[in-house]
């Protein structure tokens, strides 16, 4: 298998894709502050013995955003029939969570299992400090303030409620404003409408079925550690880890530790069974 990149149409929407590696199929679905290059230590490390596909979603990084309808978990089926793949692995942080649960749940089959880090949830009541925030991101960009905006995203997603800026990793910080800034520039057609799984993911999590992982960061906000635990509860075959010193974007943060975990998840799971 070859490396390949390019724009696929998907649903009538060009989305800027990526592919690296031979073996199993490895589905990268990036966070609602980033695009796919937030993946760039997985990419390199996974692509070693698997086939790794990672991808920007529409109105993010080079794919764009054309107008009406869609749905992001449609997207995701769509492109994994382009590329000749009836299954795969799925990983997602944060937004990219609930994209790979709603896929799960839409499309039964589809992954081989799940890997979700600090993960939301479709359907999940958002917590007082994230309304706050949402108001607080949405008066900036109003104001027309992008770099504003862009701050207070690193500031809840990247920093983290326990933390200051000086604090984070510099490089970590500034891929990510970089990532976000852009996603704010971006021109989005005003009759775009993203269409949800109904019903929404966080009844149905008891649904899934496959083997899944569940990875946060001990400094995110209390509201993600907390959800993270009700998936382990709720989803049949769990497991939940959680690692030090890492907030929101815990694979850029600790890409070392995040890599080992979930390589270690996926081999077991074509480990020969134990008689």
Do not use: C
């Not at 326990?162 to 852009?182: F, G, I, K, N, Y």
């Not at 209390?222 to 030090?244: H, Q, S």
């Amino acid at each position: 298998m070859t490396d390949s990149s390019g724009l696929a149409t998907i649903n009538g929407a060009k989305i800027y894709y990526e592919t690296r590696g031979e073996g199993p199929p490895v589905l990268l679905i990036h966070a609602g502050v980033a695009d796919s290059r937030m993946w760039d230590a997985q990419f390199e490390a996974f692509s070693a013995s698997y086939r790794v596909i990672r991808f920007d979603l529409r109105g993010f990084g080079r794919s764009e955003m054309p107008s009406g309808q869609f749905a992001n978990h449609v997207d995701v089926r769509a492109l994994l029939d382009q590329l000749g793949l009836q299954s795969a692995h799925v990983l997602g942080i944060s937004f990219g969570g609930a994209i790979a649960l709603d896929f799960a749940l839409a499309y039964p089959g589809y992954a081989r299992s799940l890997i979700l880090g600090a993960p939301s949830v479709g359907g999940a009541v958002p917590s007082e400090r994230v309304k706050r925030f949402w108001q607080e991101e949405d008066q900036a960009l109003q104001a027309g303030d992008l770099d504003g905006a862009t701050e207070l995203n690193l500031r809840l997603w990247v920093d983290g409620p326990q933390r200051t800026p000086d604090q984070v990793d510099l490089d970590v910080r500034e891929a990510v404003r970089q990532m976000q800034l852009a996603i704010f520039r971006k021109k989005i057609p005003n009759d775009v409408e993203e269409i949800d799984l109904n019903p929404p993911a966080i009844g149905r999590l008891s649904e899934i079925t496959v083997p899944t992982l569940i990875l946060v960061g001990d400094l995110d906000l209390e509201e993600k550690v907390a959800l993270g635990a009700r998936l382990a509860a709720e989803i049949p075959d769990t497991r939940r880890v959680v690692l030090p010193g890492v907030a929101h974007m815990l694979n850029m943060e600790r890409p070392e530790l995040f890599n080992r975990h979930v390589l270690d998840f996926l081999a077991a799971l074509s480990a020969p069974a134990k008689e």
